[in-house]
């Protein structure tokens, strides 16, 4: 029997969008980066990170953040390891790298990239809400100097660049014109809107998004990539990252099992099979289990028995109705 006569998909009934207009949507893996900055995970060994990598590719996930340089020279060390395994392994994961908007912490960016012949995409990034001005005792002109002076700083040592504010999504609307126009008049090629605090709900992603690509990104008559990053504290991690999507988002963030900073981010597992089901994308996902299972060892964190996808029960039942249901579909 065909698939449509064994269920009826009220996914299917009455769609607000049509999930066949996405012609292209790219996935960023942040696991090595903000994965490793949750507060109880530890900090892998370079090898087992490398392996992450792989199977990263292997997944076909289109970018990676490999790491925040400016944080020291062991920092420095493993962007440079996980750079030099995507070139001699030749892998076709794209590589990305955090700074903040200064020129010491892009510098070690550039010099990784020239020294391993990878281009490297900096991730430049800036608070950029109310609470963040008055913790940092900023103000908007001072913001404005520092995105000046890391983006053409990137720009002119050969550096793509993808602008970053942090706490996109309790931000105010002139500023966030202000930041990222600037960005982009300068030679910023993406723009990533974030949301640092798990504040968001999906109405408030599509309003964000759409904003930024009707007062930003088409009068700069510029082909820029519009970025999300989502974090879970109130459980919208998925629902928010389909409505980036939605909205015009052209690539998504997530991490291995959700890790990251506080209650983490997107989970890239369940990312992917949601693009899977959807129609967007058509990977071989079989290694999903794999690269879950490689994070939550190296990270030391445990693999939850009910998460969805890779969970030990996520295909079992206690009960025989349900088992059979799912026998069946």
Same mark, same amino acid.
């Given at each position: 029997m065909q698939e449509s006569e064994l269920i009826h998909d009220w996914n299917r009934s009455s769609p607000t969008f049509?999930?066949?207009?996405?012609?292209?949507v790219h996935v960023n893996d942040e696991t090595l980066r903000d994965g490793l900055q949750n507060p109880s995970v530890v900090d892998p060994p370079?090898?087992?990170?490398?392996?992450?990598?792989?199977?990263?590719?292997?997944?076909?996930?289109?970018?990676?953040?490999?790491?925040?340089?400016?944080?020291? &020279?062991?920092?420095? $060390?493993?962007?440079?390891?996980?750079?030099?395994?995507?070139?001699?392994?030749?892998?076709?994961?794209?590589?990305?790298?955090a700074a903040r908007t200064t020129v010491t912490d892009i510098r070690p960016i550039a010099e990784v990239s020239q020294s391993v012949g990878l281009p490297i995409q900096v991730c430049a990034f800036i608070g950029s809400s109310p609470i963040r001005k008055y913790a940092e005792d900023w103000t908007l002109d001072q913001m404005l100097g520092k995105v000046e002076e890391a983006v053409n700083f990137a720009v002119t040592e050969g550096l793509s660049v993808m602008m970053v504010t942090e706490d996109t999504t309790r931000a105010k609307p002139e500023d966030l014109k202000r930041l990222y126009s600037?960005?982009?008049?300068?030679?910023?090629?993406? =723009?990533?809107?974030?949301?640092?605090?798990?504040?968001?709900? &999906?109405?408030?992603v599509r309003a964000l998004v759409r904003f930024m690509i009707e007062e930003v990104?088409?009068?700069?008559?510029?082909? =820029?990539?519009?970025?999300?990053?989502?974090?879970?504290?109130?459980?919208?991690?998925?629902?928010?990252?389909?409505?980036?999507?939605?909205?015009?988002?052209?690539?998504?963030?997530?991490?291995?099992?959700?890790?990251?900073?506080?209650?983490?981010?997107?989970?890239?597992?369940?990312?992917?099979?949601?693009?899977?089901?959807?129609?967007?994308?058509?990977? $071989?996902?079989?290694?999903? &289990?794999?690269? %879950?299972?490689?994070?939550?060892?190296? %990270?030391?964190?445990?693999?939850?028995?009910?998460?969805?996808?890779?969970?030990?029960?996520?295909?079992?039942?206690?009960?025989?109705?349900? %088992?059979?249901?799912?026998?069946?579909?």
């Open positions: 049509d999930w066949t207009s996405v012609t292209s370079i090898s087992d990170k490398i392996r992450l990598l792989h199977l990263m590719d292997d997944l076909g996930v289109y970018s990676a953040n490999i790491g925040l340089p400016g944080a020291g &020279p062991r920092a420095v $060390d493993t962007v440079t390891a996980l750079a030099t395994e995507i070139v001699n392994a030749g892998l076709s994961i794209q590589a990305n790298a600037r960005a982009i008049e300068l030679g910023a090629e993406r =723009i990533c809107l974030s949301d640092t605090v798990g504040h968001a709900t &999906p109405d408030g990104v088409e009068p700069s008559g510029r082909e =820029i990539g519009v970025d999300w990053h989502g974090h879970r504290d109130r459980g919208f991690a998925i629902a928010n990252a389909l409505a980036a999507i939605e909205a015009g988002a052209t690539r998504i963030h997530a991490t291995a099992l959700g890790l990251g900073e506080r209650c983490g981010n997107t989970e890239m597992e369940l990312l992917l099979v949601n693009l899977e089901l959807l129609g967007v994308t058509n990977a $071989d996902l079989s290694i999903l &289990p794999e690269y %879950c299972r490689l994070a939550a060892n190296m %990270c030391h964190v445990p693999l939850i028995h009910s998460s969805p996808v890779v969970g030990r029960d996520a295909f079992r039942t206690w009960h025989w109705r349900p %088992c059979s249901s799912n026998h069946e579909s």
